[in-house]
């Protein structure tokens, strides 16, 4: 079934330092989502992107679907200890249902 | 306010024993899930629901079963057939549509001594 790798597994960044996850996939993606899960809670949806080579910005948050629509990366310039969380990201399986699968997430950690 | 709500944020259950679930929205939406969510593992889809009186199972579904009786609820039962069944349960709700977002509650931690 459809999978999509992400990478790395876990960060652990200094406060003002820039963070990168990235997520990858064998097949050619319709979209992909990006959720994100602070420790303790539930994972919120922060973006979705659609079109070959789109980005997209949320302040300091720096969303990138690949050109050949097969990779995505979130960026985030500069994090605070507010940014710490697991960041998933999410990809509609093939054929006509609407599950989503999730990457395995990266659990990015700030050090103040 | 909307949302969804799911009960309790705890569960304590002995070995053996069946739990149910409790999954709320007052959205409107049409689709429903259920992920499971182990440590290191994302989330993992268990069943999912588009439509009343419908459902589908996801990848993990052995040892769970579910109901949508009405569209607002979805509850899930965890069985005494699922072999390791401590975890984190996370109900999602989404507007009909493949590229539609989906809205998550809180989750219910679920421990089976």
């Known amino acids: 079934g459809q999978q999509v790798m992400q990478i790395p597994q876990y960060q652990h960044v200094q406060e003002g330092e820039d963070f990168t996850t990235y997520c990858n996939s064998s097949?050619?993606?319709?979209?992909i989502q990006w959720y994100k899960q602070r420790p303790g809670g539930h994972p919120v949806f922060l973006i979705q992107?659609?079109?070959?080579?789109e980005v997209k910005k949320q302040k300091r948050l720096t969303f990138q679907f690949g050109e050949a629509k097969k990779n995505s990366s979130l960026h985030i310039t500069a994090t605070q200890t507010t940014d710490v969380g697991t960041y998933f990201c999410?990809?509609?399986?093939?054929?006509?249902?609407?599950?989503?699968?999730f990457g395995k997430g990266t659990k990015l950690t700030v050090n103040p | 306010d909307g949302g969804i709500t799911q009960s309790p944020k705890y569960l304590f259950r002995k070995e053996g024993q069946n739990v149910t679930l409790s999954c709320e929205q007052n959205?409107?939406?049409?689709?429903m899930y259920w992920y499971r969510q182990d440590p290191g593992q994302g989330l993992r889809l268990i069943y999912y629901?588009?439509?009343?009186?419908?459902?589908q199972k996801g990848d993990i579904a052995e040892g769970y079963s579910v109901s949508r009786e009405k569209k607002e609820s979805f509850p899930l039962t965890v069985t005494s057939a699922q072999k390791n069944p401590t975890a984190f349960y996370l109900c999602?709700?989404?507007?009909?549509?493949?590229?539609?977002?989906?809205?998550f509650g809180p989750g219910t931690r679920l421990t089976v001594l």
């Open positions: 999410a990809v509609i399986t093939q054929g006509g249902s609407e599950k989503l699968v």
């Open positions: 959205l409107n939406h049409d689709a």
């Open positions: 992107l659609v079109k070959s080579g």
């Open positions: 629901s588009q439509i009343v009186n419908d459902f």
């Open positions: 097949t050619t993606l319709s979209n």
């Open positions: 999602a709700s989404s507007i009909a549509g493949r590229r539609n977002t989906q809205y």
